[in-house]
């Protein structure tokens, strides 16, 4: 079973860029189809966007401008960075992956690998 | 913005039958794929439906998932329920170049 893992520091000032790096425990990462999904506390779940193993990125309308993911397939690794943060941005974030792409979309289809998610405050 | 709306929360006592509704705020719900997680407290969400009404294997056939287009909205349906499903469930579907989650359904089992 393909095992996910986040990590990254857990506090980030505001104005600053969030940064996260998720570990694939195998060589699967050419597999799948990667993922960002946050929770802020107490509330429901946000897709932030998602990279293809050949680096093809497709990004939430709402975050575009201040995302992006990038993979390093030779460390079975992909990163998010979210810039210019705010107390909004405090949530926990999730990798993901999914096995699939709609490709009359370009969107991931259902994510059936998640990591634990890692807690990121926005803070001074 | 498109959104999916779920009822806030759902009670029922063990051994019963609960549906949880996924409405669409516009559009065709069934023109794009309604997934559902179930989420436990302090855990990931899981798959328990995907593309509508398709189980991943190992979640029971006590849960499944169906399409009302007349009322465009997608529905959970678990039945003979077990202390086990109580948890939070979340909708997810797409819309204009995004993936979509409703505000999630916290299920008690009484």
Redesign the interface.
């Known amino acids: 079973q393909v095992q996910l893992q986040e990590s990254g520091p857990g506090l980030v000032k505001p104005s600053e860029t969030l940064s996260l790096t998720c570990s694939v425990s195998d060589d699967s990462i050419s597999s799948y189809y990667w993922?960002w999904i946050r929770q802020s506390p107490g509330k429901?779940?946000?897709?932030i966007g998602y990279i293809s193993y050949n680096g093809n990125t497709?990004y939430?309308?709402?975050l575009k401008s201040r995302v992006t993911i990038s993979i390093d397939r030779s460390k079975n690794q992909f990163s998010l960075n979210l810039s210019s943060v705010t107390a909004a941005d405090t949530a926990v974030y999730?990798c993901a992956g999914s096995v699939r792409i709609?490709e009359w979309?370009?969107?991931?289809?259902?994510?059936?690998l998640?990591?634990?998610?890692t807690l990121v405050t926005v803070s001074s | 913005n498109f959104m999916l709306t779920q009822p806030h929360s759902v009670s029922e006592s063990p051994g019963k039958t609960i549906t949880i509704s996924c409405t669409g705020s516009s559009g065709n719900i069934a023109s794009?794929?309604v997934?559902w997680?179930q989420q436990r407290p302090g855990?990931?969400?899981?798959?328990v439906i995907?593309?509508d009404k398709l189980r991943?294997s190992g979640v029971p056939d006590r849960f499944s998932g169906s399409i009302d287009r007349a009322a465009n909205s997608a529905s959970l349906t678990i039945s003979g329920l077990k202390t086990e499903d109580e948890a939070d469930y979340?909708c997810?579907s797409?819309r204009?170049?995004?993936?979509?989650?409703?505000?999630?359904t916290k299920v008690t089992v009484l």
């Open positions: 993922s429901g779940l946000e897709w497709n939430n309308p709402s999730y709609l979309l370009f969107l991931p289809g259902w994510f059936d998640w990591g634990q998610g | 794009n794929y997934q997680y855990s990931a969400p899981t798959t995907y593309e991943p979340y997810q797409y204009d170049n995004n993936v979509v989650f409703g505000g999630g």
